[in-house]
């Protein structure tokens, strides 16, 4: 196949791309770096069946030769980032998802649209399934990503039933691995960061919210799974049920990282969720997926990348 990644050289984006290049596919690569990194992309770069190119996918996009897939990862995707790129990140969600949509149907090609446990928001029912439509604050900092994925699943379900166009929507849950931005800001590379530097750890709140970490390789088998899914058109949660609250998180990687760091609290976010668990029941029947690594195996993972990348 031929596919169209945008977003690729990010951190989900460009595991994507290897994973895609390492099962015989063509990629083409669209990153306009504003959180992406060439870094990310140096293994595969002078690969014959991979191309990059510099485009924002908020501006109109012209693809020479065909497709067989549309995989739009594109957008600032943490709290630092899109509340830093507020417009960029809204414009990703939308005009960037519409962009996309209009490359796919002009192409006859698929569609698959990389959402995120974000839209179920602060949530009042636990574990998450598809079927819940959320609690989000629509004019809080977090809701121009927010409301960008909801825009996002909305505009996709529209072409699918308008156009007929095959489409696939994935709700990523908390993923960490190696690549991940060292500035961030989301809790697993802070916590590392401050660890492997012996600066105090901070932690938002008493620590007790709770976090599902799910490592890359786990994601990435449960996209290319969803990929290749041929039922209907629904929303499928991916990510790791193992629940754990922020304090273990960063207990567990002050162990691991065998810092003496110590822990500080300090203030919440605004509208930072209390907790986020994926009811799997969708992924694990529809597509036969379940993550497979331990979070302190994929924390030990992590950690190890970001000690021979960042020091």
């Known amino acids: 196949m031929r596919v169209l990644v945008t977003g690729g050289a990010g951190f989900l984006g460009s595991h994507l791309c290897e994973r895609l290049l390492s099962e015989g596919h063509q990629v083409l690569c669209y990153d306009n770096l ?8 140096r293994g595969f770069r002078d690969d014959s069946r991979f191309e990059f190119v510099n485009h924002n ?26 509340i830093a790129h507020p417009i960029a990140t809204m414009k990703a969600g939308s005009l960037g998802t519409l962009n ?10 698929g569609f698959f649209m990389a959402s995120t446990s974000e839209v179920y928001g602060s949530p009042l029912v636990h574990p998450q399934p598809e079927s819940y439509w959320g609690n989000v604050n629509p004019i809080g900092p977090r809701s121009v990503y927010d409301e960008a994925k909801r825009f996002s699943e909305a505009m996709t379900f529209g072409y699918h039933r308008a156009f007929g166009l095959p489409i696939r929507v994935v709700r990523i849950f908390n993923t960490h691995g190696p690549r991940m931005r060292r500035n961030d800001g989301r809790a697993v590379p802070t916590f590392v960061d401050q660890a492997l530097a012996g600066k ?3 932690v938002h709140g008493d620590g007790s ?25 629904q929303p499928i949660n991916i990510g790791n049920p193992g629940e754990a609250s922020v304090l273990e998180i960063a207990e567990c990687i002050r162990e691991l990282a065998s810092s003496g760091s110590e822990i500080v609290f300090t203030g919440r976010p605004v509208d930072d969720p209390e907790n986020r668990q994926p009811d799997l029941t969708r992924a694990r029947e529809l597509l036969g997926w379940e993550p497979k690594v331990p979070m302190k195996d994929g924390l030990a993972a992590t950690l190890e990348w970001c000690r021979s990348n960042w020091l």
Not at 34 to 39: P, Q, S
Request: glycine share 8%.
């Open 200 to 202: 105090p750890i901070t």
């Open 209 to 233: 919210q709770t976090r599902s970490l799910c490592f890359v390789s786990d994601l990435i088998d449960g996209f290319m799974r969803l990929l290749k899914f041929d039922g209907p058109a």
């Open 100 to 109: 996309c949509l209009g490359v796919a149907k002009a192409k006859g090609a």
């Open 34 to 41: 504003i959180t992406g990194d060439l870094e990310n992309i």
């Open 57 to 82: 996918v908020s501006k109109y996009i012209d693809v020479a030769g065909p497709l067989d897939w549309v995989m739009h990862l594109a957008s600032p995707a943490s709290p630092v980032d899109y």
